[in-house]
């Protein structure tokens, strides 16, 4: 978790086209897993309560303009990926009709 924070705000420098995130758009990636893993390691030892301090402390340096965005789904990053996600649509699964993040009011979440 802590690798994945630290990561959070240089990604938002630049935009991504892999995963398919304009500029300061990537604190939308895994915002909810990010902050469920937090949750979970601190309930579990007291040392491990650093999670929650990390979380919130990287969270809090994100710009209001992105603080309601959510990639509930990691976009394709392959054409084979690509192929399993028409597979799993064309057999009635459910696929995101965008990979781009979305407002979290709008999420499935």
Avoid: N
């Avoid at 240089?10 to 604190?27: H, V």
């Amino acid at each position: 978790l802590a690798d994945w924070l630290e990561q959070v705000e240089g990604a938002a420098l630049t935009a991504s086209p892999l995963f398919r995130w304009e500029k300061g758009q990537a604190w939308s990636y895994r915002r909810t897993a990010y902050a469920a893993m937090a949750k979970l390691l601190s309930s579990r030892e007291e040392r491990l309560k650093v999670a929650a301090e990390m979380h919130q402390a990287v969270y809090a340096t994100e710009p209001q303009e992105t603080r309601h965005l959510v990639q509930p789904r990691t976009p394709p990053m392959c054409d084979a990926a690509e192929k399993a996600y028409a597979a799993l649509g064309a057999a009635g699964q459910p696929v995101p009709d965008t990979w781009a993040p979305i407002s979290m009011s709008s999420s499935t979440q």
